[in-house]
């Protein structure tokens, strides 16, 4: 089993006076495009969640709904308090483990995604960079608790060329 960490795609400024309530920031339209060929790339090598939780800030949902589009299987959607900054990696692994053993997707922010996937892999000590549109695969094998992944990849747009 996988579980895919995934930084929002790239979203308006923060603290732009267009978007007072941050919870409401969009993603870009060069956001949107570029990220769905993000996740069209990262298809074509296996990338296929059975269901996503993601933030229930916009820009979180926004890409959510890019990869139910651009990734094979039709994944189901699901919005996570635990996925706010701040995130709950105990109320995660819960929601995770409801998930049959499926490959599931965490869509959040910055700098929580990297934490998540630090704490996944147990290895305290790193430090792992996530710009925006970002995706690490962690292999859980059959366990689903903290310190037990390996972690597989990570991509950014950059790496895929995007």
């Known amino acids: 089993m996988f579980i895919y960490i995934v930084r929002h795609a790239w979203a308006g400024n923060f603290g ?13 339209d060069v956001g949107r ?3 769905a060929s993000v996740v069209r790339r990262l298809a074509k090598r296996g990338f296929a969640p059975r269901a996503i939780a993601t933030s229930p800030m916009v820009r979180c949902r926004q890409t959510a709904e890019i990869i139910v589009v ?3 299987g039709d994944p189901t959607v699901t919005q996570l308090d635990a996925l706010l900054p701040g995130s709950d990696l105990a109320a995660l692994l819960r929601w995770t483990t409801e998930q049959n053993g499926d490959d599931v997707c965490w869509i959040g922010h910055a700098p929580d995604v990297a934490d998540l996937t630090v704490a996944l892999v147990g ?20 366990a689903r608790s903290a310190g037990d992944g390996h ?6 747009a950059e790496t895929l060329g995007v």
Not at 125 to 134: H, L
């Open 16 to 28: 732009d006076p267009e978007w007072p309530d941050d919870t409401r920031r969009p993603l870009t």
């Open 123 to 142: 290895e305290q000590s790193a430090e792992i960079q996530f710009p925006p549109g970002a995706c690490a695969a962690a292999n859980m094998g059959a």
């Open 151 to 156: 972690l597989n990849w990570l991509a950014t």
């Open 70 to 72: 651009e990734s094979p």
């Open 33 to 35: 495009s570029r990220f």
